[in-house]
């Protein structure tokens, strides 16, 4: 079982960027693919991006170009760069994982993002 928890969440002005990180520890990374999903208020959740322990990604149409996803095994941690943010990307930013020997998923707290216009 892995455990995540989210960092960098905020307040920020549209236009700017803003970093998430995720760190997980509790099993072998290597057996999850990572996302990151995020819930507007009065919305269901919904599929960010996605990255493989193979480094393959999967970017949602309306964030793709502006944000990307990338890994660091050394330090079990899951990035979310979002860059050219708008108001409606304000959200709370959950970090998943998929363990894709059996399809269990595990998520974080998630972090708030404010987007500012």
């Known amino acids: 079982q892995v455990q995540l928890v989210e960092f960098g969440g905020g307040l920020v002005q549209a236009g700017r960027s803003l970093r998430l990180s995720c760190v997980a520890s509790?099993?072998?990374?290597?057996?999850?693919?990572m996302a990151w999903y995020r819930q507007a208020p009065g919305r269901e959740r919904e599929f960010v991006a996605r990255?493989?322990?193979?480094?393959?990604?999967v970017i949602e149409d309306s964030v793709k170009g502006r944000f990307t996803i990338s890994r660091d095994r050394a330090k079990s941690a899951t990035y979310l760069q979002m860059n050219s943010l708008k108001p409606e990307d304000t959200a709370v930013y959950y970090c998943?994982?998929?363990?894709?020997?059996?399809?269990?998923?595990?998520w974080g707290e998630g972090t708030l993002v404010t987007v500012a216009s």
């Open positions: 990255i493989t322990s193979a480094g393959t990604t």
């Open positions: 509790g099993d072998d990374l290597n057996h999850y693919v």
């Open positions: 998943n994982a998929l363990y894709f020997v059996n399809g269990m998923n595990y």
